[in-house]
């Protein structure tokens, strides 16, 4: 029982140190800003399986690129935060830049700076499809019909479809991808995600939380036989 009980304390403290190194790290999770560190590491992040979307397009204007990877949406190489849906089309108005997605306008400077949000209350057509410029008015393919807006973005007509080419997304720029690519992965994983999951053992998948279940019941076992050990020589 010595013998093993020596093996047992030996191995057991090969998973303590783990368990405690990380249950420290996550309880100072603030101070060692684990939230907000990201990994970068190219063998952390094909561990996980998580690689770039493939396939992103977007739409060139004035010499930029407003482009979409995955769910999020760019202004050349800045990210335009907190915006979700699908990129449907970008048009310049004067000195602002209207960029559609679903159900939502976003209104911005020509250097990509959020200046407003519209949505269905400020009139903006349900189920978008595709906008165009027409002189100093804004053109809307919608579910229901084209609407036509001025460049306050006050009033909404619905009108008879003009003869008109409607833009569509392109490929965006191999080199721009890259960027957009590597800047897209940096934001992903976090190092708090990465420690909770050694921590519970689920960074190994589904094994590692059998091997964490496992030592949990070998600290058992190891408290078992030192008390039984120590009652055997108090006695």
């Known amino acids: 029982m010595y013998l093993w009980h020596r093996y047992m304390g030996l191995t057991a403290a090969v998973f303590v140190v783990i368990l405690a190194a990380t249950g420290i790290s996550l309880n100072h999770t603030e101070t060692l800003k684990l939230d907000s560190h990201m990994i970068t590491s190219g063998t952390l992040l094909d561990w996980y ?11 060139a204007i004035d010499d930029h690129w407003i482009s979409q990877v995955g769910q999020r949406l760019y202004f050349d190489e800045h990210e335009l935060q907190d915006i979700s849906g699908r990129l449907i089309g970008v048009a310049r108005l004067n000195d602002i830049l209207v960029i559609a997605v ?6 911005t400077t020509l250097t990509g700076q959020l200046v407003e949000r519209l949505g269905d209350a400020e009139g903006v057509p349900a189920g978008m499809q595709a906008i165009t410029r027409d002189g ?3 053109l809307v393919r919608a579910a229901h019909g084209t609407y036509v807006t001025d460049s306050e973005f006050i009033t909404w007509q619905k009108i008879a479809p003009p003869p008109t080419d409607w833009p569509e997304p392109t490929a965006i720029p191999a080199s721009l991808y890259q960027r957009l690519a590597q800047q897209y992965l940096g934001s992903v994983l976090s190092a708090e995600r990465v420690v909770l999951d050694i921590h519970s053992g689920r960074i190994l998948g589904t094994w590692g939380v059998y091997v964490m279940d496992t030592a949990a019941g070998l600290f058992i076992l190891l408290a078992a036989a030192g008390i039984w050990l120590w009652a055997k020589r108090a006695r």
């Open 49 to 59: 399986g998580i690689t770039a979307p493939k396939n992103p397009v977007g739409f």
């Open 102 to 107: 679903q159900e939502h306008m976003l209104l």
């Open 136 to 138: 100093n008015s804004l």
